[in-house]
Each structure stands twice: as C-alpha cells, then as structure tokens.
C-alpha cells in the first residue's frame, strides 16, 4: 500500500513536469511563429521615417541693429552638407534678410563641408555693383549666415566665405573675408 502511494506520487510529479514543459515548449514555440523584422530592414525604416520627418532649424537675421532669431523648418537631407544649404537657403527666402542691404541680392550659390568641420559658403552677389552699408551692417550679415550653420549644425565648426567661388575681399567694403568665422552670439537680441 505505501508502495503503491509513493508510486503514484512519483507518477504525479512526473506528470506535473511533463505537463508544465509542455506548456513552456508550446509557449515558446507560439511565440516564435511571429518573424522578428530583420535588423537591417528595421533600421531602413528608422531612417525613412526621419528623412520624411521635417527639421526645424533656427534662422539668424539682421534686425533693429542686432541679429534676432526666428525658427522655421526644411526638408530634412541624407547628409549634413545638404541640410545647412537647405537652411541658408531658408534663410536668404526670408523676406526680412530679402530688405538687408548687404544680403539683399546675394544668393546661395553653394555650400561645400570639408572633413575638418569647414563650411564653405560659396555666394553670388547677383546683378548689385556697390553696397552702401556700414560696417556694423556687413557684420550682421555675415554673422547671420554664421551663426545659422554653427547654431543648428554640430559638425559645423567654422565657416569660410567665398564670392563666385573664389576668395573674396568683403562683401560691403569692411569687413575681411579671407578668414574663418565662428559664432557670435552676443550679436544676438536677448
């Protein structure tokens, strides 16, 4: 009789860990019917739902006497060099830089970024022959031009500013262009 009781409680904890394997097995096998979306396939995603989603950028332009800050957005780019064109871009469309007489005329003609973290912001001065700005003026417009790459884009560290692709003297007669430019945010309205 105690043999036969200490055979069935075997028999019992063997089916109780049958039972509980099975349900783990049928677990983890219902759980695996569904495909995981490969890695590479996910990160394809990731990055196109990024590139549709737009940028929203800072615009530095000259006003009152000071640079003051309005926020827009672009289409966001695959690459860095692409998006700061796609914010100077911006930022010559704006009607307030549009009534600045050194950016008045000036285009965009192209924007190179070399490894080291230089922008080169090649312009165009279009059909203007002399501006009469001063040199607070010329300044301010440099810097909007600056401080709009350099505030928005990390990888920028400096910008160079070229004329029809070649150095150039100044824009309005005062300030020196063959040099490098960081940011100036004390130009900036509080």
Known sequence: MQSSRLLFGVAVIIAVLVASGGGLLWLWMGSSNTAPI??????????????????????????????????????????????????????????RVALEPVLRDIRLRELYLDGSGTAYVDLTPGARKDVRASAWEEQLAIYALVNTLLQNFEEIKQVRLLL?????????????????????MDLVKQ
């Open 38 to 95: 490969p890695a590479e396939q996910d990160r394809q995603l990731a990055q196109q739902l990024l590139r549709d989603e737009p940028l929203s950028i800072t615009l530095y332009y000259p006003h009152e006497g000071m640079l003051a800050t309005e926020s827009t957005v672009v289409k966001r780019q695959p690459d860095t060099q692409s998006l700061a064109r796609a914010a100077l871009e911006a930022l010559f469309a704006d009607q």
């Open 164 to 184: 029809d692709g070649t150095e150039a003297q100044t824009l309005a007669g005062h300030i020196d262009l063959s040099r490098t430019f960081a940011k100036r």
